[in-house]
């Protein structure tokens, strides 16, 4: 590894560096494992300690661009507080321009902000079989290193889009939509009919008022407790599992 690979690598920390390269980071040996088991072509080049590379013989065979590396090199180009063993550098997924509404549930994000808040999120979704999610372009960006580990590999399963969510919205047709708000139907009061679109606020100030106002209904988990509200990650759970039966 070169300096030259260091300050590559630290660039794609930024995301007007990933658009550019077409490429992004994936850290660790579990979500590694799981790209080169399920994702092989996506992978453009490996960087790991001697370690991972001898348990990996057969793997690494296969690989013309697996290079080998010290601890100390992977601490310096790193995105974690405990780097573990190997890194690699990951092709964009190419999608479509535009989502389609015809059928399953769509998964919309106002504004997300906390990385951390993102990732749970598309790895929740990952879970109960969404396969598009349609983000405001001021939600968190999914491929930063901080949204790619929480997401733990589900991010290479779904389609995820950047659009002006009230543009999109207002043109679904007979597509209802539902949003997540304080002051909705209980969702143990509603029955889910796919297709259908769910919308997840922000985390501190929920739902914008203009996406609001599209909504075909608003809906709420109901509270029992004292709590003021819920965090928008574990909000999408209890939503996607009552949604999925």
């Known amino acids: 590894m070169t300096k030259s690979d260091v300050k590559y690598i630290q660039s794609l920390a930024h995301k007007k560096q990933r658009e550019e390269e077409g490429l992004f980071v994936v850290e660790g040996v579990k979500m590694v494992d799981e790209l080169l088991l399920n994702f ?4 453009v080049r490996i960087f790991a300690i001697e370690t991972w590379i001898n348990d990996r013989t057969e793997i690494v065979k296969k690989y013309n661009s697996i290079n080998c590396i010290d601890l100390q090199f992977l601490e310096r180009v790193s995105f974690l507080q405990t780097p573990n063993e190997v890194l690699a550098l990951v092709s964009m997924p190419t999608i479509e321009l535009i989502p389609s509404f015809s059928n399953g549930l769509t998964l919309v994000l106002d504004q997300i902000q ?3 808040n993102l990732g749970t999120i598309i790895r929740t979704a990952d879970w109960f079989g969404v396969k598009q999610i349609i983000c405001s372009v001021d939600t968190s960006d999914a491929f930063s290193p901080k949204v790619v580990q929480a997401s733990m590999g589900s991010l290479m399963r779904l389609s995820i889009f950047y659009l002006e969510l009230d543009s999109v919205l207002k043109n679904l047709g007979e597509v ?8 909705g139907e209980s969702l143990f009061d509603l029955e889910f009919r796919q297709p259908f679109v769910l919308v997840i606020g922000n985390e501190s100030r929920g739902v914008s008022e203009k996406i609001s106002k599209l909504a075909t209904k608003k809906i709420t988990i109901p509270k029992l407790g004292n709590a003021e509200s819920l965090n928008a990650s574990v909000a999408a759970g209890i939503i996607l599992s ?3 039966r």
């Open 242 to 244: 009552h949604a999925s």
């Open 40 to 43: 092989p072509d996506r992978i």
């Open 114 to 116: 906390d990385p951390g």
């Open 176 to 183: 209802p939509i539902y949003t997540a708000e304080l002051n």
